[in-house]
């Protein structure tokens, strides 16, 4: 999960062509940015790639951690 989350790339918001990764680009532009559609793009571009991705992982690990409480 780690290597999906820290990998995604997606296109930013006025130029599709280039390429945004979480760290520096996200994290500068979630820190920066005042456009409330900016924002969402990037949110849900970023959720699209990473969170469909992880999901079965994330499953897995939830079960385990609901196994080793038991």
Known sequence: ???IYST???PA???PKKLLSLEPDLSEIF???R?????EYYWNEWRL???SKMRN???V???LINEAAR
């Open 1 to 3: 999960m780690n290597k």
């Open 8 to 10: 995604a790339k997606i």
């Open 13 to 15: 918001y006025k130029n």
């Open 31 to 33: 820190a920066s940015s």
């Open 35 to 39: 456009d409330p559609k900016e924002l």
């Open 49 to 51: 790639q990473t969170g």
């Open 57 to 59: 992982d994330f499953l």
């Open 61 to 63: 690990v939830l079960e």
